[in-house]
Antibody
Framework: EVQLVESGGGLVQPGGSLRLSCAAS????????MNWVRQAPGKGLEWVSY????????YYADSVKGRFTISRDNAKNSLYLQMNSLRAEDTAVYYC??????????????WGQGTLVTVSS | EIVLTQSPATLSLSPGERATLSCRAS??????LAWYQQKPGQAPRLLIY???NRATGIPARFSGSGSGTDFTLTISSLEPEDFAVYYC????????FGPGTKVDIK
């Protein structure tokens, strides 16, 4: 069974930093590209970042470029999102999401349960 | 930037009725469009990809159609568990989601 479990969310002050983790199991993690997608409270979905299976290709939404860093450790079956210079508008549930496969990048076929990040003083 | 709009914002229907949800793109996305279902407190679930392909385990009452700029998700006969928010998403360039359509019980 495919499982994605996020952790690391919490309350942080504006300008602060947080590191999210996503632990993957039930599939060959190193074969799949991964993403972070967020959802502000009561709002819609926003793609945040993409990383290829080998970490060779990385993309960010303009809203987080220069502040967030995506990474992965295939040996540990884990995905990460380092978030710096956090703003109130970064408050959201952050989901890690798997791409369907190499031929269907950016169709998200499995999602974690999400971790809430709240940026507030 | 490709913008997706969804209509209606809310659809009030009864179990057993047919639901027709629309998604329109600001420019052509070919067939690079997906549909997701999200229930309160849960992560989204992939229903349809490439406009008309059902994802693994998705019941046949869900179907997708369209290409270019106009797309439709149809639920042929609503089950109680289908009342949720539905999002379309394009992957023609950067992935982007529509604002969602809430299907609620009439």
């Amino acid at each position: 069974e495919v499982q994605l479990v996020e952790s690391g969310g919490g309350l942080v002050q504006p300008g602060g930093s947080l590191r999210l983790s996503c632990a993957a199991s039930g599939f060959t993690f190193s074969s799949y590209s991964m993403n972070w997608v967020r959802q502000a409270p009561g709002k819609g979905l926003e793609w945040v970042s993409y990383i290829s299976s080998s970490s060779s290709t990385i993309y960010y939404a303009d809203s987080v470029k220069g502040r967030f860093t995506i990474s992965r450790d295939n040996a540990k079956n884990s995905l990460y999102l380092q978030m710096n210079s956090l703003r109130a508008e970064d408050t959201a549930v952050y989901y890690c999401a798997r791409d369907k496969n190499w031929n269907y990048v950016w169709y998200f076929d499995y999602w974690g349960q999400g971790t809430l990040v709240t940026v507030s003083s | 930037e490709i913008v997706l709009t969804q209509s209606p914002a809310t659809l009030s229907l009864s179990p057993g009725e047919r639901a027709t949800l629309s998604c329109r793109a600001s420019q052509s996305v070919s067939s690079y469009l997906a549909w997701y279902q999200q229930k309160p407190g849960q992560a989204p679930r992939l229903l349809i990809y490439d406009a008309s392909n059902r994802a693994t385990g998705i019941p046949a009452r869900f179907s997708g159609s369209g290409s270019g700029t106009d797309f439709t998700l149809t639920i042929s006969s609503l089950e109680p568990e289908d009342f949720a928010v539905y999002y379309c998403q394009q992957r023609s360039n950067w992935p982007a989601f529509g604002p969602g359509t809430k299907v609620d019980i009439k």
